[in-house]
Nanobody, 115 residues
């Protein structure tokens, strides 16, 4: 089970740090990613990182977003800076799973950016 937190209302230009916590020590086994989804649209990939911390980003967000992790705390973070109203979405984390641990999505956390 994954639990996201850190969403909320922020003014344009502001920052938020989202957290994704796993209920067990699985993040050290495989990659974890962050996605966003607007109402009526498909969930879209933002970033992911490996158990060793190697990060991957969608090119369009690379300068504003940082993904990081703390394996000891089974937590992955998404730092978002210079937020814009169009970044208003529900943000989800995803554990990619292994042969022995299932792929898992969190329940999502809502980010609202006001103009």
């Amino acid at each position: 089970r994954l639990v996201e937190s850190g969403g909320g209302v922020v003014q344009a230009g502001g920052s938020l740090r989202l957290s994704c916590v796993a209920s067990g020590p699985v993040f050290r086994l495989n990659n974890v990613g962050w996605y966003h989804q607007a109402p009526g649209k498909q969930r879209e990939y933002i970033a992911s990182n490996s158990p060793t911390g190697r990060a991957y980003y969608v090119e369009s967000v690379q300068n504003r977003i940082t993904i990081s992790r703390d394996n000891a705390r089974d937590t992955v973070y998404l730092q978002m800076n210079s937020l814009k109203p169009q970044n208003t979405d529900v943000y989800y984390c995803k554990y990619y799973g292994t042969e022995l641990t299932p792929e898992t999505w969190g329940q999502g956390t809502l980010v609202t950016v006001s103009s």
